[in-house]
């Protein structure tokens, strides 16, 4: 006979596991400073690259105007601004990865502990009807 509790739980494990339940399970293979810092790592990579092409676009564009007024000074100053201007998106990039980072983790593991929790109980029904 079919209990309809266990089948309502079998359900909705079932369907975590295809919805969110792989990317929690990934993610949560992971201890949250292990899960941040990685995720920092490829961040500050992935920023260096945009930047990178952006400032490489803004000197195509700018071709002729920084050509006809290229001094010593100028160059200096432009560097600067660019070195600035980069470290300052740097940090940004860094901080808002590190928030969402970490509130990805940690409710993937509430979402998984969740999901433990059915598994005990799923279990214990069939601990249960096997006593029976």
């Known amino acids: 006979m079919l209990d309809k509790r266990k089948v309502r739980l079998m ?5 975590y596991e ?6 929690d399970m990934k993610i949560s293979a992971y201890y949250k400073k292990d899960y941040i810092s990685m995720k920092t790592v490829a961040t500050i990579l992935w920023t260096t690259v945009g930047y990178g092409c952006v400032i490489l676009l803004i000197g195509l564009a700018a071709m002729n105007s920084l050509l006809e007024n290229l001094t010593l000074t ?13 470290v300052a998106a740097l940090i940004v990039t860094i901080l808002v990865t590190r928030k969402i980072a970490g509130g990805k983790h940690r409710d993937a593991r509430m979402r998984m502990k969740r999901y433990n929790h059915g598994l005990i109980r799923l279990l214990k029904i069939y601990e249960k009807e096997n006593k029976e």
């Open 11 to 15: 359900t909705k494990l079932a369907l």
């Open 74 to 86: 100028t160059m200096l100053v432009l560097a600067a601004v660019a070195v600035v201007a980069y």
């Open 18 to 23: 295809q919805k969110e339940g792989r990317e």
